[in-house]
């Protein structure tokens, strides 16, 4: 603990210590913070956190001391190109009312998505079941954390009750993770297939899942209920899992991919190549480097990932990891550039892109995700 002295003289936000103190004080913080222990250790040539305590020191002439400012610091204005609608209009207020009624949660509201008054105005929702709290913590992730109530299982009825209400022509359905139950998740997962394909036939479905903790017959399950496409995010860069992606593991992902498509030429000989359309996403923002981005999607591209989506991380509190820059979108052009040259069928890459957006378009773009004879 820093001996610090306050001079009445002095305005309330300032305090007066020791240099000496100041600096064993910044050692010990930089020594214990998230950001050295995952390695980074210098923003150089990076946008600072938006919202952050403006620390300047000031020497005392003679004295010794230092003088540090603890004002803190107008949160800095978002850039123009990360400016979203406000959720309102007709169509929004009933879409939320019909959730509300059939006790449903979706992504849009859980994780604070920027885009929930577009997709919403255009009667597009991605519906997340199994809850409302996750049993992991993500660094990054505004859905609740905490002790799950027991799997729903009339709860992929009634979301495919909503689909067909709508008339959506692409569904998107994804959950919480729930690691206590890996194979009853992957059953919910075949049963709001199952449904959906009942309630509004021709309705393609895109399921985005978690990564069941590995577990082999969930994975199973689900490729077998043939989704026109299947979903899991990579999220980030591997040096950033620990603080990012709790309970996750970078290879653990790319084998889930990578394993989706094997299962699917295993199961199905009716189609040639494409049995199954992979697809995933990245958040940029949370201090990854250029070439750890690069890296990421050559490892997708081998192992036929067909859709990326790349959006920009916005920090949902002060609870979750700081953000370390905005990416142009000049920045965002270069990223899927490179990544369409790597062999992806589609790439949407923008400040405001989430998995989900514009999910119909980027099905209906890559000419793959056709129905499939059953």
């Known amino acids: 603990m820093v001996t610090c002295y306050n001079f009445g003289a002095m305005p309330s936000h300032f305090v007066t210590c020791l240099p000496a103190q100041v600096e064993r004080e910044a050692m010990d913080r930089r020594a214990t913070s998230?950001?050295?222990?995952?390695?980074?250790?210098?923003m150089e040539g990076m946008t600072p956190p938006v919202e952050q305590l403006a620390v300047e020191t000031v020497?005392?002439?003679?004295?010794?001391?230092?003088?540090?400012d603890l004002t803190p610091r107008k949160p800095a204005a978002k850039p123009a190109?990360?400016?979203?609608?406000?959720?309102?209009?007709e169509t929004f207020h009933n879409l939320k009312k019909m959730a509300r009624e059939l006790n449903l949660h979706t992504v849009c509201e859980s994780?604070?998505?920027?885009?929930?008054?577009?997709?919403?105005n255009q009667k597009s929702a991605t519906f997340m079941m199994l809850g409302n709290l996750c049993t992991r913590r993500c660094g990054f992730c505004a859905v609740p954390k905490g002790r799950p109530e027991p799997i729903d299982f009339d709860e992929p009825r009634r979301v495919a009750y909503a689909v067909a209400q709508l008339g959506l022509a692409h569904a998107v359905v994804t959950s919480v993770n729930r690691d206590d139950d890996n194979v009853g998740s992957a059953r919910a997962f075949v049963s709001v297939i199952e449904e959906i394909r009942m309630q509004a036939p021709g309705c393609r479905v895109e399921v985005l899942t978690p990564d069941f903790q590995g577990n082999e017959e969930?994975?199973?399950?689900v490729v077998a209920a043939r989704p026109e496409i299947l979903n899991h995010n990579i999220e980030t860069v591997p040096r950033l899992y620990r603080v990012a992606k709790s309970g996750g593991r970078y290879e653990k992902s790319l084998r889930f991919l990578q394993h989706a498509k094997e299962l699917a030429a295993e199961m199905f000989s009716d189609r040639n190549g494409d049995q199954i359309v992979t697809k995933t996403g990245i958040i940029v923002g949370m201090g990854e480097e250029m070439h750890e981005l690069l890296a990421v999607f050559r490892d997708l591209a081998d192992r036929k990932v067909d859709i990326l989506t790349i959006g920009?991380?916005?920090r949902p509190s002060r609870d979750h990891l700081p953000m370390a820059r905005y990416y142009t979108?000049?920045?965002?052009?270069?990223?899927?550039h490179e990544a369409v040259g790597m062999g992806f069928k589609h790439v949407e890459s923008g400040p405001l892109?989430?998995?989900?957006?514009?999910?119909?378009?980027?099905?209906?773009?890559?000419?793959?995700?056709?129905?499939i004879q059953r």
């Open 59 to 68: 020497s005392q002439p003679g004295s010794g001391l230092v003088q540090i």
């Open 353 to 371: 892109v989430r998995s989900s957006y514009h999910a119909q378009e980027q099905a209906e773009s890559t000419g793959l995700a056709v129905k």
């Open 218 to 221: 969930a994975l199973r399950l």
């Open 329 to 336: 979108p000049e920045e965002f052009a270069f990223l899927k």
């Open 34 to 42: 998230p950001c050295f222990l995952c390695g980074l250790d210098t």
């Open 312 to 314: 920009q991380y916005l």
């Open 81 to 89: 190109w990360l400016k979203a609608k406000a959720p309102m209009g």
């Open 111 to 120: 994780a604070q998505c920027p885009n929930i008054g577009e997709c919403w």
